[in-house]
T-cell receptor, first 114, second 117 residues
Framework: KNQVEQSPQSLIILEGKNCTLQ??????????LRWYKQDTGRGPVSLTI?????NTKSNGRYTATLDADTKQSSLHITASQLSDSASYIC?????????????FGRGTQLTVWP | EADIYQTPRYLVIGTGKKITLECSQT?????MYWYQQDPGMELHLIHY???????EKGDLSSESTVSRIRTEHFPLTLESARPSHTSQYLC????????????????FGPGTRLTVL
């Protein structure tokens, strides 16, 4: 069964601190992995996308890493801000069809306190 | 900010009512999707479309139906709403700038929070 597991389920940090979110997957054959940010009551917004050959991708203070051998990814947030409070969703795509089926994790709920 | 819109944002209705959730995008994307998301849970694909006059069922069985008469419009209809339909419904669209379907990025609307009493 293809699955995407994220940890921790929730995380509270102080403003200005760094944090790392984890994503483990069993999707095969692997095509790419995306990290999305979902603010409360809003739709997800793409942060990064990585294919099999990429092991790191940055978007401002967000840096995603991918280890396709161990099927693990992480999202590192540097110098957190209050606006980083959101759910961060890991999404893995397979190559089983032209649609590229997406497998969604349940997300990590990040809360940044002042 | 993606140009994809959903209305209404919130809807509270009684059991048995027929409802239509609207979704429109101005990006000219061929592919559109409907997802269902419960609090703290993953998104589940319920419908998708490759383009005009194309509709397919997704991974999660749903009693809803969709239509795609125009590229920019992808409405979802529930003929008879039930409390089990209470959820958040997210619409998304995507294109293939690289020509490779599996690498496209989906742009999501703000969602419709549906409550059926």
């Amino acid at each position: 069964k293809n699955q995407v597991e994220q940890s921790p389920q929730s995380l509270i940090i102080l403003e200005g601190k760094n944090c790392t979110l984890q994503c483990n997957y069993t999707v095969s054959p692997f095509s790419n992995l995306r990290w999305y940010k979902q603010d409360t009551g809003r739709g997800p917004v793409s942060l990064t996308i990585m294919t099999f050959s990429e092991n790191t991708k940055s978007n401002g203070r967000y840096t995603a890493t991918l280890d396709a051998d161990t099927k693990q990814s992480s999202l590192h947030i540097t110098a957190s801000q209050l606006s980083d409070s959101a759910s961060y969703i890991c999404v893995v795509s397979d190559r089983g069809s032209t649609l590229g089926r997406l497998y969604f994790g349940r997300g990590t709920q990040l809360t940044v306190w002042p | 900010e993606a140009d994809i819109y959903q209305t209404p944002r919130y809807l509270v209705i009684g059991t048995g009512k027929k409802i239509t959730l609207e979704c429109s995008q101005t990006m000219g994307h061929d592919k559109m999707y409907w997802y269902q998301q419960d609090p703290g849970m993953e998104l589940h694909l319920i419908h998708y479309s490759y383009g005009v006059n194309s509709t397919e069922k997704g991974d999660l069985s749903s009693e809803s139906t969709v239509s795609r008469i125009r590229t920019e419009h992808f409405p979802l209809t529930l003929e008879s709403a039930r409390p089990s339909h209470t959820s958040q419904y997210l619409c998304a669209s995507s294109d293939h700038p690289s020509g490779i379907p599996s690498t496209d990025t989906q742009y999501f609307g703000p969602g419709t929070r549906l409550t059926v009493l």
